[in-house]
Nanobody, 115 residues
Framework: QVQLVESGGGLVQAGGSLRLSCAAS??????MGWYRQAPGKQRELVAS???????NYADSVKGRFTISRDNAKDTVYLQMNSLKPEDTAVYYC???????????WGQGTQVTVSS
């Protein structure tokens, strides 16, 4: 059974930092990533990383957020620095199963940035 368990969200002041973690289990995963959804907005890609370490970032977070992963632990991280109020959203972990390409989602973790 595939599970994605997220942690690390919370409340932080603008300019602060948070680190999100997502531990995946139950399969082997190719691309893993983070999406976010703010109230009244569509879910959007924040960052993704392949098993080989290639990364992709949304323009709005380039230079502030860093995605990384530990393949041995099937865990993906999102280091978020210089946070802005517009980064406030529910952040979801995402993972593509290596063989079937089926996509799995975590339950989401709230990130709130106060001004």
């Amino acid at each position: 059974q595939v599970q994605l368990v997220e942690s690390g969200g919370g409340l932080v002041q603008a300019g602060g930092s948070l680190r999100l973690s997502c531990a995946a289990s139950g399969s082997i995963f190719s691309t893993m990533g983070w999406y976010r959804q703010a109230p009244g907005k569509q879910r959007e890609l924040v960052a993704s990383i392949t098993r080989g370490g290639s990364t992709n970032y949304a323009d709005s977070v380039k230079g502030r957020f860093t995605i990384s992963r530990d393949n041995a632990k099937d865990t993906v991280y999102l280091q978020m620095n210089s946070l802005k109020p517009e980064d406030t959203a529910v952040y979801y972990c995402n993972a593509d199963q290596f063989v079937t390409r089926q996509t799995f989602w975590g339950q989401g973790t709230q990130v709130t940035v106060s001004s």
